[in-house]
């Protein structure tokens, strides 16, 4: 928590971001910050405390939780179709080995009729 003697020492600078990405928590985290600090002292406007509120309510979480959901969901499904191109592979692989196997080719040289 923020006391007044805090307030009157300047702020230590933090060194530059690298990233835009860590740019961004910088300024999340400063905003964040200044927040707690109106809050606090009394000077928060209608927006900050509405803000605040609304992160607390059961709807927030979930939609919180919704958005996990989905995104686990999309997870899933890239995983899905990546099992489904090895799956296709291993069986352009079996048919070329069958062909080869039929018609006295050797495995490589069935390969390369079928890479045309």
């Known amino acids: ?3 007044e003697k ?3 020492e300047p702020r230590r600078r933090r060194p530059p971001a690298k990233t835009p990405e860590a740019r961004e928590k910088q300024l999340i985290s400063l905003a964040v910050d200044l927040a707690e600090q109106q809050l606090t002292s009394g000077t928060a406007s ?3 405390i509405t803000h605040y509120l609304k992160l607390a309510t059961e709807r927030e979480k979930a939609e919180v939780d919704r958005i996990k ?3 686990r969901l ?4 890239i995983e899905q179709i990546a ?3 090895r799956q296709e592979e291993l069986y352009k692989k079996a ?3 069958m062909s080869s196997y039929t018609s006295g080719q050797t495995p490589l040289d069935a390969e390369e009729m079928y890479d045309d």
């Open 6 to 8: 805090d307030a009157s």
């Open 83 to 85: 099992s489904v191109a």
């Open 46 to 48: 209608a927006q900050v």
């Open 69 to 71: 959901n989905d995104n």
């Open 95 to 97: 048919l070329i080995a």
């Open 1 to 3: 928590m923020a006391t």
């Open 74 to 77: 999309t997870d899933a499904k």
